[in-house]
């Protein structure tokens, strides 16, 4: 089989299995569970060789094994410690692997967290209130009131997650204001989310009517 | 002893990759404590793949007082069947062409069509559940309805692709820069209390 | 039978007849050219755009990470190969990794980077790299940041880093004039969050629509300096190197179908107004 063969039937399985999948539109079929399973299978081995030759082999094995550093046996250790959860009795000294996952994890997370979440952020919002556009008076007023909105729609949504006191009066209508704004963030997040699936779709079937419609031509002729 | 030794090797772990920002003199380590995280997560995709080698395998044996299969496990033979495939295609050929293949056709159309069911679910649900019960809805839903238009096409009307540009970059901005803060502010206590020893539910329930 | 009679069997409307019916309007387009696309490029498109065309020819790396699952190929693959499109055809070198936690943004950077560096003539290992995946997505980050030889020590089809020309002179982040990471999860704001505060590195990002409108707070702080957004952030792209391809292509279905699905918002309130006082 040549590989311009190769490719045609490469691709008509992709076109069966895609089909198997929209199957489950009309209900769920054993042809779907099928492609289903395959994929979880195929998924799997793809993980188990690419680890192989990308993390076991040059991070693993050659750093203990060629390069002599004997101190990775730690990490080795406390990486098959892990699975020591299949075994009921010392299922808990997983919890050492963890506790350095975690700890580590938790740990290299706390400052970064607060200053591009949390610092950056406010400064982002802490603009100049007023924004000069030289020689566009109409745009310095428009910057202005965005600026002026940046810095009161995030108070106001802050306001609304701030739960200690007691949304009433004035407290209660910028809180409402701030409610507004994020349903109104919702609003645009679901707009992207209807545009996200589309696309999805939309790939699937410019793969069925342009790459699989071809390669079933190419199969007839 | 089941609970102190890993709450110390959290406690320790945390606070040196904590504090290693502010001591340059701690690089080496910090590299070295890397590398090792590293290798530990690498074990740990392992463990969810044994997991599921585990339960297919265990779905195909015969089991319970009838001593009867699971009525899946054909499927539960196809995944074995797809994994050992791509193990031989993998490991024989050196990731070779067909093991991307094998990738690009069996895998890459089956995610990518699975997500693109939603698209039919989400019309439906937009059929069916989307009411305008409140103020609240009818601002969600103008501006959704605005996104997607304004968002699409450029020549839009009435000023819509100006107005969608607006209520992502003002409402939708002030919105989730109010959800990152309380997030950013929420990790990090969260992740003190891990260090710390107040957080202790990967700790499980000490009863195993 | 009344109008409201009507709108109350149109709310229980089969669901079978919603999906073809969004199935005839993804399809149609494709056949019809139709309807017509007006396509302005976004300032975050121009903006990621400007950040990779300044990068200089033959000189050091764009690293492009894929960090996306086939889920949301669709979207994220046109972009990938619009950019390798760009860099390929002003000579600007990529060096392409996955961060992505299964490993399958590897498999599918391993199809697209050498198919578009074919039609572009350009040297492996010389013009362009791939060097796999690496579990852990914030740790890989940051070890970039003091080692990238250490944390690749091979590329993706196994060959050691000191043999690829193009890592000569990569020890980490100071040699990299951008990231564009292509990312349809959380792992776009660890890159802003870990490399972008730690080492100050460029931070480019091609997302997937769901996620961007959560990810415009860090644009606008600058913690982002350009961002491609969805299908239409690839068609945009596209434009900008003046190659339509699936991005663009996409998009009349795009409309087609935004449309109908507001046809039924809005239909299906209308059927709900109407019969809400019938069914009370």
New interface residues.
């Given amino acids: 089989m040549d590989a311009t063969a ?1 490719s045609v039937v ?2 008509l ?3 069966v ?2 089909l198997a ?2 199957s ?3 209900k769920d079929n ?1 042809l779907y ?28 094995w ?1 750093n203990v094994v060629h390069k002599g550093q004997f ?2 046996l ?3 250790i ?3 410690l ?2 020591s ?2 075994v ?1 009795k010392w ?2 000294v997983s ?24 610092l ?6 802490m603009a100049s209130l007023v924004v000069w556009v030289p020689g566009d008076a109409w745009g310095t007023i428009l910057q202005t009131l ?1 600026s002026v ?2 810095v009161g ?2 108070i ?3 306001v ?2 701030l739960f200690s006191v007691e949304h009433k009066g004035k407290v209660g209508k910028l809180a409402y204001f ?30 069925l ?1 342009q790459d699989w419609w071809k390669a079933i031509g190419q199969l007839f002729s | 002893m089941k609970t102190q030794i890993p709450l110390l090797i959290c406690l320790v772990a945390g606070l040196f990759m904590g504090l290693q920002y502010f001591i340059p003199a701690a690089l080496p380590v910090y590299n070295r404590v890397n590398d090792y995280i590293q290798v530990v997560t690498a074990f740990s995709l392992v463990l969810g793949v044994v997991n599921l080698i585990h339960r297919h395998i265990g779905r195909m044996r015969p089991s319970g007082p009838q001593r009867r299969r699971h009525r899946d496990w054909p499927f539960s033979l196809a995944a074995l069947v797809g994994l050992v495939v791509m193990l031989f295609a993998g490991f024989g050929t050196q990731r070779g062409p067909i093991f991307q293949s094998l990738f690009n056709s069996i895998l890459l159309p089956v995610q990518s069509t699975m997500f693109a069911l939603l698209a039919f679910y989400l019309a439906s649900a937009a059929f069916r559940a989307f009411r305008v019960r409140s103020v609240d809805a009818v601002v969600l839903l103008v501006s959704a309805v605005v996104v997607m238009v304004g968002r699409l096409d450029d020549g839009g009307a009435l000023g819509i692709p100006w107005l969608s540009r607006q209520i992502l970059n003002g409402p939708n901005l002030v919105a989730k820069r109010a959800i990152i803060l309380g997030v950013g502010l929420g990790m990090a206590a969260t992740a003190l209390k891990v260090v710390l020893g107040l957080e202790r539910s990967y700790l499980g329930s000490g009863k195993e | 039978m009344t109008t409201v009679d009507l709108l109350q069997r149109l709310l229980v409307l089969d669901r079978r007849i919603i999906y073809a019916l969004l199935l005839v309007c993804a399809v149609v387009p494709f056949y019809m050219n139709w309807p017509p696309i007006k396509m302005e490029v976004s300032k975050e498109t121009q903006d990621a755009y400007d950040a990779i065309d300044a990068i200089p020819p033959d000189g050091n790396p764009l690293v492009l990470s894929f960090d996306y699952d086939p889920a949301s190929a669709a979207e994220l693959t046109p972009m990938a190969e619009a950019v390798l499109r760009h860099c390929f055809a002003k000579k600007i070198r990529v060096l392409g990794i996955s961060l992505q936690y299964s490993g399958q943004g590897a498999g599918i950077a391993a199809e697209v980077m050498p198919r578009i560096a074919r039609e572009f003539g350009r040297e492996q290992n010389v013009d362009w790299a791939f060097m796999g995946f690496q579990p852990n997505a914030v740790v890989a980050m940051l070890q970039m940041g003091e080692d990238f030889k250490k944390t690749f020590p091979t590329d993706y089809y196994g060959t050691a880093v000191d043999k690829i020309a193009l890592m000569e002179n990569i020890q980490n982040y100071d040699q990299v004039p951008a990231v564009l990471t292509l990312a349809g999860t959380a792992v776009a704001e660890s890159w802003v969050t870990y490399p972008g505060m730690r080492y100050g590195v460029t931070i480019l990002t091609g997302l997937t629509a769901v996620y961007v409108a959560d990810i415009v707070p860090f644009y606008q702080s600058g913690q982002i300096k350009g961002m491609l957004g969805g299908l239409k952030g690839a068609a945009e792209y596209e434009k900008l190197v003046a190659h339509p391809g699936s991005g663009t292509a996409g998009m009349r279905s795009q409309k087609v179908v935004h449309y109908m699905i507001i046809l039924f918002i809005i239909l299906g309130n209308i059927a709900y107004l109407a019969t809400r006082g019938r069914s009370r």
């Fill in positions: 190769g490469w691709t399985v992709g076109g299995v895609t999948i929209f489950f539109l009309y054993p569970k099928l492609a289903e399973h395959v994929a979880v299978g195929v998924s799997v081995g793809f993980l188990m060789v690419n680890y192989y030759y990308t993390v076991f082999m040059p991070k693993v050659d101190d990775y730690i990490p080795h406390l990486g098959l892990l699975y959860r299949f009921p299922g808990w919890r050492l692997s963890l506790a350095f996952l975690l700890g580590a994890g938790s740990g290299m997370s706390i400052a970064p967290s607060l200053e591009s979440r949390v950056k952020q406010i400064e982002g919002t965005v909105f940046l729609g995030t106001a949504c802050l609304f997650f701030g409610r507004l704004c994020i349903m109104a963030g919702f609003g645009a997040s679901f707009g992207y989310t209807v545009m996200a699936r589309v696309s999805l779709l939309i790939g699937r079937i410019q793969f009517t």
